[in-house]
Every structure is written in C-alpha cells, then in structure tokens.
C-alpha cells in the first residue's frame, strides 16, 4: 500500500543531543513537508521541500534541518539548538500545493 | 501574518445529532480549504476538500460550506457517531509561493452517548 512512514513513532532525547526523524513515502509524490505539534495546537510548519535537492524553511526552522537526496525520503534533524524540542513531528507529503498525506507521527521527549 | 482561526476549541454533541465545526480565514489569496481529522496520537487525516469557487460541498455525511464574503468556512457532519470524536483542523492555502498549507488550531469533538 502507498503510504507514509515515520520512525521512530516515541523517541527520547537528552539535553544536547541531536537526533533525526526518518519519513519515507512511497507515493511518488514531489513536495515533503516537517511540521511540528504541540498540545491542543496547530500544525507549524518546520521546513518543505518541492523537489530533490532542494528545500525551503518554514515558519520555524531554528534549531532544526533537513536534507531531500531522494524523492521518497526527507529526514529530520533536531538539533541541540532547538530549546523546546518537546513534541509530536508530523511529516507530509504532496503532488503540490494540494492535498497533504500524513505519516503517523514522530512522538519526541526530551528528558 | 495571515492565520486560520476557529471560533471553538471545544464541541460536544449528543450522538445521532449533526455537527457544526466553524473556522475563520483571513487570507483573501486562498483558494483551496481542507478540513481533516485527527485522532489522538495519529497523523490528520483528509476529510473534504473545496476551493474558492465553490460554496458547498458533500461528502459521505459531512459537508462543507464556503462563505467567502465574510472568510468563514465549516463543515457539517451529519448523524454523528463516536468514532467522529477526533480533533479537526481546517487548512487554507494561501501563504507563500509554493501555497503551503496554513493550519487553524483545531477543535475537539466530543460525542455524548
């Protein structure tokens, strides 16, 4: 079945260390996007990409980055820069500027 | 900034009643509106969809009504079940070049049984 898929679905982090969230579609779609959620909150937009090779920040891409070297994959780096990386990470896919495909979920805990 | 906005947090309904979800845009440029649901612990999932030139739209018992004169858009389920308790977010598409998806802060619906 075509889908997204996030790993880890709970990962824990100590103060300082970075880690990265795997997302990998197999939908052939061209854009990818991160977005972060917090309790009782929306969904922000941490980066996107359109295309391989490319990608963009969103509206709140400190502390964080990314890397598109294949069209199915786009991962994502908290990096020890990022002061509150409590939450639940949302990766999504997209032919483009339409409809977006979500992935389960990234549940991450800072210790 | 432009955002998306909705009117309710919170809604509780009594099962086998209709549902109201109201959500408020302030983008003029959207053209493109979705509406999804998200259950606890889970990615959103798509529920409807309109664009700007339409008013109204149906799915299998939900509906979406577009009112572009004052920036509102809801959506309308009807004979609801508790397996619709969920968070829903609706989304415009009218921010940046690439039309990325700006989302509201969502509403939970609770269903009383």
């Known amino acids: 079945d075509g889908g997204i898929t996030q790993s880890p679905k709970y990962l824990f982090r100590k103060e300082g260390q970075n880690v990265t969230l795997s997302c990998e579609q197999n939908l052939n779609h061209d854009a990818m996007y991160w977005y972060r959620q917090d309790p009782g909150q929306g969904l922000r937009l941490i980066y996107y990409?359109?295309?391989?090779?490319?990608?963009q920040k969103g509206d709140i891409a400190e502390g964080y980055s990314v890397s598109r070297e294949k069209k199915e994959s786009f991962p994502l780096t908290v990096t020890s820069a990022q002061k509150n990386p409590t939450a639940f990470y949302l990766c999504?896919?997209?032919?483009?500027?339409?409809?977006?495909?979500f992935g389960e979920g990234s549940r991450l805990t800072v210790l | 900034g432009e955002s998306v906005g909705l009117h309710l947090p919170t809604l509780s309904v009594q099962e086998g009643d209709n549902s109201i979800i109201n959500c408020a845009y302030s983008?003029?440029?959207?053209?493109?509106f979705i509406w999804y649901k998200q259950e606890s612990g889970k990615g959103p999932q798509f529920i409807i969809d309109?664009?700007?030139?339409?008013d109204k739209r149906q799915g299998q018992r939900v509906t979406v009504l577009l009112n572009k004169t004052v920036k509102h858009l809801s959506l309308q389920i009807a004979a609801t079940q508790p397996g619709d308790s969920a968070v829903y977010f609706c989304?415009?598409?009218?921010?940046?070049?690439?039309?990325?998806?700006?989302f509201g802060s969502g509403t939970q619906l609770t269903v009383l049984p």
């Open positions: 999504a896919s997209s032919i483009g500027g339409g409809e977006l495909f």
């Open positions: 990409s359109q295309i391989v090779n490319d990608f």
């Open positions: 989304a415009e598409n009218g921010k940046g070049s690439a039309r990325q998806l700006t």
């Open positions: 983008n003029s440029a959207s053209d493109y």
């Open positions: 309109i664009r700007s030139n339409m």
